[in-house]
């Protein structure tokens, strides 16, 4: 990806970078002073949609290459659109941790409701060879089972960062239509009672006004 040195700062500088079609981005690591970069909006943007969040960028300046991942991305919040891009520089041989996204496969046993309490998972790999997600498969897990951290298989190379008790996904016991119905009836109860509390307020309001102009002032 070729990447140009930003001379232009602050916000208008910014907007100029983005008019123009690239986008403002700033490279750091391994002890080195800050750098001021700008990237293809477009290209970058097909980047993250092909290889994900951890995308190796093979970053082409004019004193020669480095290699880069995405350390924060910046959208605007209303049109999510991509503003700013911060760059860690990452080295050839390099082990890294890295957030990986866990793609859960397969059909959850008769009667469980999955419960999933990770949707990344920490791990380390080298900077050259990390893995877009990691699959977890809930085939055959019977209602009550869960599947940790550790439990989740790796591809070669990769190791597990975070801690490998902490579970990952766990198979509920789907609530029963009796159960669900109960569930509405508590709600609709409860609604029922605001209403008449509010009902009787109302009633007693202009009951408490006239009250208070029947009463004769005194001096």
Not at 185 to 211: F, I, M, Y
């Amino acid at each position: 990806m070729a990447a140009e040195n930003r001379t232009e700062f602050g916000k208008g500088g910014a907007r100029r970078t983005r008019r123009s079609g690239r986008l403002p981005a700033v490279l750091y690591g391994h002890g080195t002073d800050p750098r001021h970069l700008s990237l293809p909006t477009r290209e970058f943007e097909h980047a993250l949609r092909s290889d994900g969040a951890n995308v190796l960028l093979d970053l082409q300046l004019a004193e020669g290459s480095e290699l880069a991942l995405p350390k924060s991305i910046q959208r605007d919040p209303v049109r999510g659109s991509i503003e700013h891009v911060d760059l860690i520089l990452v080295r050839r041989g390099e082990r890294i941790t890295v957030e990986v996204a866990i793609q859960v496969r397969g059909d959850i046993a008769a009667g469980g409701l999955l419960e999933q309490a990770l949707t990344t998972l920490s791990v380390t790999t080298e900077a050259t060879n990390i893995p877009q997600s990691v699959e977890v498969s809930v085939e055959g897990m019977e209602i009550g089972q869960a599947l940790h951290a550790g439990d989740v298989a790796l591809p070669e190379g990769v190791e597990l960062a975070g801690d490998g008790e902490q579970v990952v996904l766990h198979i509920a016991a789907a609530p029963t239509a009796e159960e669900l119905e109960a569930e509405l009836d508590v709600g609709a109860a409860g609604t029922g009672e605001a209403d008449e509390a509010a009902e009787a307020g109302a009633e007693r309001a202009p009951s408490d006004a006239a009250a208070a102009e029947a009463e004769p002032a005194q001096d």
